[in-house]
């Protein structure tokens, strides 16, 4: 069939050359390409930015987000041993140690072990009834030992005769040649010192924690209000009474001297005074002198092993 283009209005035969050119050019098989091989269509490109304005920053996908990291455990230095010494049963300890909480410990007397945290520990000790004794700080090393020495008793020392009797707070005191000694709590306690055939002393003496102290009293000699002496002299004075009846019994005849009855009666009066004059002294030496009221002048002076107090007197 032949198609003549002269006949087509003007319009459409501009058309229909259009379309032979088109077909004539392009292969037939450029026609039967599939979708998946056409190039993909053209993004458009995005808008500039305006002058002066820095570009909107590409999308981009969010970075992934890093866990924190988990924290260090602390580092837990080894505990140490405390060992706290005291000197009686009835001291209480409280032990402060870093990072721990106070604790109450009772003390017996001697070596009181316990595990504490290392570090400067604070020990504060008193005894049951509430009296203050010492605060100390102590070092105790990772796994090592520490030592604390704690002294709630002080030291006394009384240096007199051996026959004296000594007191202390109302207790009797055991001595040993001359020396009576005794442990009391820091304080001031009452001392007294009798001796037979001298005035008694009392008076108070300070004691100090981890101290000794040595007090040598300087008793005063008592006559008894004269006792003493009268029933020295009815002693004595009998005595030569007997001697002198012997005397003239065996140097003169039976009458001589007034015979018997002076003989006797020498005897009798030198005997009774012999034997009035011994139970005189008997129950003179036997009553307790007055004491006095002294007051101690203690010096202390720091010498190894404790402190040492000397004694002064004033009436």
């Known amino acids: 069939m032949r198609v003549s283009f002269s006949s087509l209005p003007p319009f459409r035969l501009a058309l229909s050359t259009a379309v032979a050119t088109a077909l004539a050019v392009t292969p037939m098989g450029a026609w039967a390409q599939a979708p998946a091989d056409r190039p993909p269509p053209a993004t458009p490109a995005a808008e500039a930015a305006p002058a002066g304005e820095a570009a909107p920053p590409a999308d981009r996908p969010p970075a992934a987000e890093t866990p924190p990291a988990a924290p260090a455990p602390p580092v837990v230095a080894a505990p140490g041993k405390l060992i706290i010494q005291a000197d009686a049963d ?131 000699s008592y006559d008894y209000g004269g006792k003493k002496t009268y029933a020295y002299a009815a002693i004595l004075g009998g005595g030569a009474l007997v001697v002198a009846a012997i005397a003239l019994d065996a140097l003169g005849s039976y009458d001589e001297f007034g015979g018997d009855v002076t003989r006797w009666s020498l005897l009798g009066l030198g005997a009774a005074g012999f034997v009035g004059g011994t139970i005189m002294l008997k129950h003179t030496l036997d009553e307790a002198a007055p004491i006095k009221d002294v007051r101690y002048d203690v010096k202390i002076a720091r010498l190894q092993g404790g402190a040492v107090a000397s004694l002064g007197l004033r009436f």
């Open 90 to 220: 009835d001291l209480v300890a409280e032990v402060r140690a870093p990072g721990s909480e106070p604790r109450m410990i009772g003390l017996k007397k001697g070596d009181n072990s316990v595990e504490v945290a290392s570090g400067s520990v604070q020990v504060s000790v008193q005894t049951k009834g509430g009296k203050k004794v010492s605060d100390s700080t102590v070092d105790v090393a990772p796994g090592g030992e520490a030592k604390l020495a704690v002294r709630s008793r002080g030291t006394v020392v009384i240096q007199v005769p051996a026959d004296a009797d000594v007191t202390v707070g109302g207790k009797d005191v055991e001595g040993q040649e001359g020396k009576f000694t005794v442990e009391l709590e820091p304080g001031a306690h009452s001392l007294v010192v009798q001796r037979p055939g001298h005035f008694g002393q009392k008076g108070d003496v300070t004691v100090i924690a981890g101290k000794t102290a040595t007090v040598a009293p300087q008793l005063e």
